[in-house]
T-cell receptor, first 113, second 113 residues
Framework: EPEVTQTPSHQVTQMGQEVILRCVPI?????FYWYRQILGQKVEFLVS????????KSEIFDDQFSVERPDGSNFTLKIRSTKLEDSAMYFC???????????FGPGTRLLVL | DQQVKQNSPSLSVQEGRISILNCDYT??????FLWYKKYPAEGPTFLIS?????DKNEDGRFTVFLNKSAKHLSLHIVPSQPGDSAVYFC????????????FGEGTQLTVNP
């Protein structure tokens, strides 16, 4: 069964450093998403992406964040200058055109020191 | 953001009995609802969904009920099995392609053998 994959599974970085989280969505899916879950809190929406552009973003998704689909398979989330409060699990999700069910990857645990 | 709320942080049931997980929402624009199951250090796994045009959807041991007038949905698992022990998240969206999911806080279900 096709699934969303994410790399790396864990990333430790120093405050102020740039990180890139990678995702490979399900191959025939057209909508892509990033969510995050800070420890002990809800899963929160960050951004959605369709047809090579951002379709929606939350108030969390400020200028420090960017997304890109550099090729036909990868979908990346870049945090330009990480802060301590960026420490969280980051989940990628995807859905097919016209579908409402989002399928999630296993997540990347980001720790900012 | 309290648009989706799961008031019970935890639920414990005996194997073979019914598990009932509850979820309330406030945004009347939501018209598609999903339940996800999550194990530690993994991504949310889609379980079952329901559109607002229905009041019940069933898939094997899992049934979701939707009461639109009360803005309430519930997930019934019967019979419960020890492998069902996980965190269950309720999520809601508008039935528009690419729409974000808004999650509840989650309920930790423990099924005791």
């Amino acid at each position: 069964e096709p699934e969303v994959t994410q790399t790396p599974s864990h990333q430790v970085t120093q405050m102020g450093q740039e990180v890139i989280l990678r995702c490979v969505p399900i191959s025939n899916h057209l909508y892509f998403y990033w969510y995050r879950q800070i420890l002990g809190q809800k899963v929160e929406f960050l951004v959605s992406f369709y047809n090579n552009e951002i379709s929606e973003k939350s108030e969390i998704f400020d200028d420090q964040f960017s997304v890109e689909r550099p090729d036909g398979s990868n979908f990346t989330l870049k945090i330009r200058s990480t802060k301590l409060e960026d420490s969280a699990m980051y989940f990628c999700a995807s859905t097919k055109w016209g579908g409402e069910t989002q399928y999630f990857g296993p997540g990347t645990r980001l720790l900012v020191l | 953001d309290q648009q989706v709320k799961q008031n019970s942080p935890s639920l414990s049931v005996q194997e073979g009995r019914i598990s009932i997980l509850n979820c309330d929402y406030t945004n009347s624009m939501f018209d598609y609802f999903l339940w996800y199951k999550k194990y530690p250090a993994e991504g949310p796994t889609f379980l079952i969904s329901i559109s607002s045009i229905k009041d019940k959807n069933e898939d094997g041991r899992f049934t979701v009920f939707l009461n639109k007038s009360a803005k309430h949905l519930s997930l019934h698992i019967v019979p419960s099995q020890p492998g069902d022990s996980a965190v269950y998240f309720c999520a809601a969206s508008t039935e528009t392609s690419g729409s974000r999911l808004t999650f509840g806080e989650g309920t930790q279900l423990t099924v005791n053998p």
